[in-house]
């Protein structure tokens, strides 16, 4: 009866400590309840047509999907807006060729900019203040080969980067 007794006492005590401790990837202040994110216009030099909505819905989605803030239109707790201002395509290694032939890119890179703005207008003590930034955040991606057939795939890896580095600068508090 002791053993019994025993065994039940350290699962019980082994369920209270399991629960005492949390890990959680995000702060997200008790006045922060609803977020504006205003639609990213692309302002790069080069310009994808689809660019735009997938980088603003993708992180629409994300907060929608990780956080219990609700997205409106509008007046909100806190605002998040920006645009995407650079889309470039660079060789970054080259291929010698034979003689007196110009050498040629081995791999290219794509890189994007998105300059973000989140205004945490809600704040009412001076560290949820501090939860407000403006900055730029830039990644990109390594290609062989034609960008044509890779550039719709490439753009899905580096907003997902993207959107993972606003999304802990908003919310993780790094």
């Avoid at 006492?9 to 202040?29: D, E, G, W």
């Avoid at 110009?102 to 704040?123: C, E, G, M, Q």
């Amino acid at each position: 009866m002791k053993k019994l007794l025993g065994i039940i006492s350290v699962c019980v005590l082994i369920l209270i400590c399991q629960s005492c401790y949390t890990l959680k990837n995000q702060s997200i202040p008790p006045g922060l309840k609803t977020i504006n994110v205003q639609f990213f216009e692309n302002n790069a030099p080069l310009v994808v047509n689809n660019l735009s909505q997938t980088f603003t819905e993708a992180l629409k989605d994300r907060i929608r999907t990780q956080t219990s803030l609700s997205l409106v239109r509008g007046e909100a707790d806190a605002t998040m807006s920006g645009a995407i201002t650079g889309y470039s395509i660079a060789p970054v290694s080259i291929e010698a060729t034979a003689s007196n032939v110009a050498p040629i890119a081995n791999a290219n890179r794509l890189t994007i900019t998105v300059r973000v703005k989140f205004s945490f207008d809600a704040a009412k003590t001076p560290a949820d203040k501090k939860l407000s930034f403006e900055q730029s955040f830039t990644k990109f991606a390594n290609y062989k080969g034609d960008i044509s057939s890779q550039e719709q795939g490439l753009i899905q890896q580096i907003n997902k980067q993207l959107i993972d580095d606003i999304f802990n600068a908003a919310f993780s508090n790094w």
